[in-house]
């Protein structure tokens, strides 16, 4: 079946960087574009970024653009997001999710999340 | 970017009522709208793609309709497994935004 493990996540300083993990089995994960979302304490869902099944295309919302950087390694079904520069707005927990296909936006197997919590 | 709002924010209701949650997106979104359920601690779950889809396995008391700019989730016969949050998303262009979120409770 369908799995999604993120990791990566803790008690990080301002001003400090985190890579996030996202190890995908059960799927071909080369064929799918993938996504981060986040949720900050309190809050709703909130979109972060996408990058499509080969990498070749990437988007982020306006709010991260520059600090945030998604990625991807398809010989070891892993997505990463890197985050630079974290600011107390970015704790959040961090979810991964698949996409039925690159440009659908129809994110239909969501991991359990991992948990940046950015504090001094 | 196409905003998303969501009515209403809340909503308590009792096991057994028919429930209906509101989308508004900020532009035409034809029927590129998706719905999530998510619990505290879970992972979000996708009940609904391009506005009236059920994904498979979600209960048929779930029903979605709407386009345009204007949709609906429908619960017939709210169950337990039920309370949580609903959001829905637009999937038309990136930035695929989420709506703020609908929180259903017990009554």
């Known amino acids: 079946q369908v799995q999604l493990v993120e990791s990566g996540g803790g008690v990080v300083q301002p001003g400090r960087s985190l890579r996030l993990s996202c190890v995908a089995s059960?799927?071909?994960?080369?064929?799918?574009?993938m996504h981060w979302v986040r949720q900050a304490p309190g809050k709703g869902l909130e979109w972060v970024a996408v990058?499509?099944?080969?990498?070749?295309?990437?988007y982020y919302a306006d709010s991260v653009k520059g600090r945030l950087t998604i990625s991807r390694d398809n010989s070891e079904n892993t997505l990463f997001l890197q985050v630079n520069s974290l600011r107390a707005e970015d704790t959040a927990v961090y979810y991964c999710?698949?996409?039925?296909?690159?440009?659908?936006?129809?994110?239909?197997?969501w991991g359990q999340g991992t948990l940046v919590t950015v504090s001094s | 970017d196409i905003q998303m709002t969501q009515s209403p924010s809340s909503l308590s209701a009792s096991v057994g009522d028919r429930v209906t949650i509101t989308c508004r997106a900020s532009?035409?979104?034809?029927?590129?709208l998706n719905w999530y359920q998510h619990k505290p601690g879970k992972a979000p779950k996708l009940l609904i793609y391009?506005?009236?889809t059920l994904q498979n396995g979600v209960p048929s008391r779930f029903s979605g309709s709407g386009s345009g700019t204007d949709f609906t989730l429908t619960i017939s016969g709210l169950q337990p497994e039920d309370f949580a949050t609903y959001y829905c998303?637009?999937?038309?262009?990136?930035?695929?935004?989420f709506g703020p979120g609908t929180k259903v409770d017990i009554k």
């Open positions: 999710a698949r996409d039925l296909e690159s440009g659908f936006y129809r994110l239909d197997y």
């Open positions: 059960g799927f071909t994960f080369s064929s799918h574009a």
């Open positions: 990058i499509w099944y080969d990498g070749s295309k990437k």
């Open positions: 532009q035409s979104i034809s029927r590129y």
């Open positions: 391009t506005a009236s």
């Open positions: 998303q637009q999937s038309y262009v990136a930035p695929p935004e």
